[in-house]
């Protein structure tokens, strides 16, 4: 296996949805609270990368099991029919990735609370049963909140924690304010996932996978995708109000006639080949400049 199949095997142009969750994580730590506490941060990074690529890797592993469609996805769309992976490397890789990510999730949760621990056992219930089991989260009208809500909200969450936890407190208001800040990402990150959907639809129905598109329809899928990345932005001026972040953050708004190019050729046509790219650039440029601002104002 090379490093183009293995970088595709765990699908890693799609790791900035995590890494920058905890970019913010950590930019909002810093601003609102004034503290960050390094060692405990990068070993959870770590963590985190690694229970990513443990969940990318499972969720090919599981769709190539359950493919109905052998002659074509299974043999020629999964990467690893496609490339003929060794199942027994990928079974190594998955007990490596995993359990190393476990065994650092436990030491950052005695080093800083055991509120990781059941958070993080919250994000690997998500993780592992987002591809398998009779009926996996991905397959169902929920993937789109199970990824937006732990990859966009939850890691952002952890980070905040393992930062403060000398002074975090576990009330309505802290969660709210933290929701509030995450929630462009976690909008963002579930639209990644609802365009994918949207795009492999017959595809996905094909192969006994009934996500939310399904029940919808196509015309109202895009009618939510587009509403979430306006819900975006009126969080964005919601946390700037309440004094949650920088107005600094407004700035977010010079993004729109990007967004508006980007949006218009998907919205016209759902292909995957050429107009899914759209949804990935709108959360990579976002989520950039969201973390670059949130940087700058920490400095400014």
Known sequence: MNFKIFAELIELKAKTASVFP????????????????????????VAMFCFNCFVDIWD???????????????????II???????????GLLLFFFSLSLILGLIVAGLVGWSVFWLGLFCYFIGIFYSAGPKPLSSLPVGELASGLTMGYLIFLICVYINTSAVFIWDF????????????????????MLANNTCDLEEDEGNHRYTIVHYIGRKNALRWWTLAIILAYIS??????LGLISPLMLLMFI????????????LQRQ?????????????????????????LALVL
Do not use: C, W
């Open 22 to 45: 905890f970019i913010l994580g950590v930019a909002y730590s810093l601003y609102h609270y004034q503290i960050a506490n390094f060692g405990p941060l990068i070993i959870y990074f």
């Open 60 to 78: 090919n592993y599981n769709d190539y099991h359950k493919a109905v469609d052998t002659e074509d996805y299974k043999k020629n769309t999964n």
């Open 81 to 91: 029919g496609r490339e003929n992976l060794s199942l027994s490397l990928i079974k």
């Open 173 to 192: 208001a802290t969660l709210a304010s933290t929701f509030l800040v995450a929630l462009p990402s976690t909008l963002l990150i579930a639209n990644l």
């Open 236 to 241: 964005i001026v919601g946390a700037v109000v």
């Open 255 to 266: 993004l729109l006639p990007f967004i508006i190019k980007q949006a218009r050729p998907y």
């Open 271 to 295: 292909v995957k080949s050429e107009t899914f790219i759209a949804s990935v650039k709108i959360l990579m440029v976002f989520s950039l400049l969201q973390a670059v601002l949130m940087l």
